[in-house]
T-cell receptor, first 110, second 114 residues
Framework: GQQVMQIPQYQHVQEGEDFTTYCNSSTTLSNIQWYKQRPGGHPVFLIQLVKSGEVKKQKRLTFQFGEAKKNSSLHITATQTTDVGTYFCAVRQGAQKLVFGQGTRLTINP | DGGITQSPKYLFRKEGQNVTLSCEQNLNHDAMYWYRQDPGQGLRLIYYSQIVNDFQKGDIAEGYSVSREKKESFPLTVTSAQKNPTAFYLC?????????????FGPGTRLTVL
């Protein structure tokens, strides 16, 4: 089945530093979704990428989908304490299943 | 206010007991899902249902059972056959039947087996 590797598993930064998490697949993806889960909370949908090379921005967050549609990244510019949480990518497996990456847990030193 | 509700938020159970976790949605979504999340881990699919009175096993269905008698409700029973049930359980729904659609999650139930 579809597997997706997400790195790094943990990332600790100083407030104001940038942060990037990567999602990699050995096979071509139809699309990729990103979710954020705050500590003690539930995952919340951030965005979906569909097109090869697609780049989408949400304020300080930049999402990219690779040209070969086998990888994706989420970049946060100038992190703030509100960015703390775990970021998950999720990819489609077949017609009916969504497979989540292991997540990247972001902690921030204020 | 539309959304997904899960109850209870915290649940304690003695070993050998069955327990049922509630999930209700008023989003009029077709499909509903149950995931399990262990500390520091991603989400693993337990069961999903695309329409009323129908459901399919996910990746880790052993020791769990579900029902979908109403569109808005998808309760999950954790049976005594589940070897390691302590986890965070998340219910989700999608507007259409495709699991690859955007998932809307409930607040979760944290189950601890004593």
């Amino acid at each position: 089945g579809q597997q997706v590797m997400q790195i790094p598993q943990y990332q600790h930064v100083q407030e104001g530093e940038d942060f990037t998490t990567y999602c990699n697949s050995s096979t071509t993806l139809s699309n990729i979704q990103w979710y954020k889960q705050r500590p003690g909370g539930h995952p919340v949908f951030l965005i979906q990428l569909v097109k090869s090379g697609e780049v989408k921005k949400q304020k300080r967050l930049t999402f990219q989908f690779g040209e070969a549609k086998k990888n994706s990244s989420l970049h946060i510019t100038a992190t703030q304490t509100t960015d703390v949480g775990t970021y998950f990518c999720a990819v489609r497996q077949g017609a009916q299943k969504l497979v989540f990456g292991q997540g990247t847990r972001l902690t921030i030193n204020p | 206010d539309g959304g997904i509700t899960q109850s209870p938020k915290y649940l304690f159970r003695k070993e050998g007991q069955n327990v049922t976790l509630s999930c209700e949605q008023n989003l009029n979504h077709d499909a509903m899902y149950w995931y399990r999340q262990d500390p520091g881990q991603g989400l693993r699919l337990i069961y999903y249902s695309q329409i009323v009175n129908d459901f399919q096993k996910g990746d880790i269905a052993e020791g769990y059972s579900v029902s979908r008698e109403k569109k808005e409700s998808f309760p999950l029973t954790v049976t005594s056959a589940q070897k390691n049930p302590t986890a965070f359980y998340l219910c989700a729904s999608t507007e259409g039947p495709g699991l690859a659609d955007t998932q809307y999650f409930g607040p979760g139930t944290r189950l601890t087996v004593l």
